[in-house]
């Protein structure tokens, strides 16, 4: 290699990556100085897979007329979306003809019952298969 000026101070390359020489850097673009400094710490490199699941409150209304499922999302954990559960039937308790279960609710006047269930949002209960059908035989 060729030395830029005779004043320059020639570089002790420890291999042709490295060069350890600080006047060689000053003449050179800040860009390619930084190439040549020593790295402070290794690089080590993470990869994080992040997996969001989002729960659904599902609430099932079934009257002797209708039966309907409706979606409440956005709960971030089971555990949120249980305690919106407990709170609903918290509310129901002030109404002389609901009668309280685990997860549902039945109003005695109308005959109408509203079961809450939390699922992932990947989980839909409406697109649950039925059971088949049995075939008569043939004669």
């Known amino acids: ?6 004043s320059t101070p020639q570089p002790t390359c420890v291999s042709r990556e490295r060069c350890t020489n600080r006047s060689i850097r000053g003449i050179l673009s800040s860009r390619y100085a930084a190439d040549l400094e020593e790295p402070k710490q290794p690089m080590t490199k993470f990869c994080y897979l992040a997996v969001m699941i989002a729960w659904v409150l599902w609430i099932r209304t079934q009257s002797p007329k209708a ?3 409706n979606a409440l999302p956005g709960f ?3 555990e949120q979306c249980a305690a919106n559960i407990k709170e609903k039937l918290a509310v129901w308790r002030a109404f002389k003809d609901a009668v309280i279960g685990e997860n549902t609710v039945t109003f005695t006047e109308n005959n109408t019952t509203m079961t809450y269930i939390c699922l992932t949002d990947a989980d839909d209960p409406r ?3 039925k059971p088949p059908a049995l075939k008569e035989p043939v004669s």
Do not use: A, C, I, T
């Not at 290699?1 to 005779?6: C, D, E, G, N």
């Open 76 to 78: 971030q954990s089971r």
């Open 1 to 6: 290699w060729v030395p830029l000026k005779p």
């Open 67 to 69: 039966d309907s499922w």
């Open 127 to 129: 697109r649950k298969s």
